[in-house]
């Protein structure tokens, strides 16, 4: 049997939803001492169980609002699931928001060794890798200028570069091969597809049906906080495209 690196074990999200159109929070704090708020309970997931095996490429895929998002950050620690459990072995890379940890006011320079700390780099690592982070994300006539005068895409290949620096055994990748322009998202494909044939398992999210099938082994299609469908790739997408 392949080693299973990912279990995820019947996880279940809800939240609870105001059901009425609270505009400022005194009226909400009056309301909530009346006890006079009514709440709806909301299930972004249910009932979740699958399994991913070392070095397998699994893409999520479904309509806005299905919960693919929030799976991921319940296998990647950023959220505690209502029920149920992961069990994870290995070190996990997220690419759910990058550059999550960026300070504005710091050089794009600084901002490599705040966020290399956040990710769990150690201060010689990020040095020895500082060109390649810089060269990776085609900045070095901006890297000493503060990160507030950056655009988003500027941003996004920053933070791309930082969290791709290392070889994770488990790597979770939401959306982010559409940051930048065509020339670098395809490069970030080729990044994404180097660390897969060093062994690196992948969980994947992305709306490019095209992308999901040519890299990845198996899809899970979740609708509505279920899993629909899970299957080899070609047969998941097409049946998604069908719908």
Known sequence: MEDVVVEVNN?????????????????FLIKSIKKQVK????????DITFTVNKGEVLGIVGMNGAGKSTLLKIISGVLKP?????IKRGTIAPLLELG??????????ENIYLNGLLLGYSKKFIKEKYDEIVEFA????????????????MKS??????????????????????VGDFKFREKSEARIKELM???????????????VETLCDRVLWLKEGKIHKIGPASDVVQAFKNQ
């Open 11 to 27: 996880i279940s999200m809800k939240y609870r939803l105001t059901t009425e159109k609270i505009d400022s929070f005194k009226y």
């Open 39 to 46: 709440y709806e309970t909301f299930h972004a997931l249910q």
């Open 82 to 86: 209502s029920t149920g459990e992961v």
């Open 100 to 109: 999550a940890g960026f300070n504005g006011e710091l050089s794009g320079a």
């Open 138 to 153: 085609e900045l070095d006539k901006f890297i000493h200028t503060p990160l507030k005068n950056y655009s988003s895409g």
């Open 157 to 178: 290949r920053l933070g791309f570069a930082i969290a791709t620096v290392v070889q994770p055994e488990i790597l979770i990748v939401d959306e982010v091969l559409s």
């Open 197 to 211: 044939s060093g062994g690196t398992t992948v969980l994947f999210v992305s709306h490019n049906m095209k992308q």
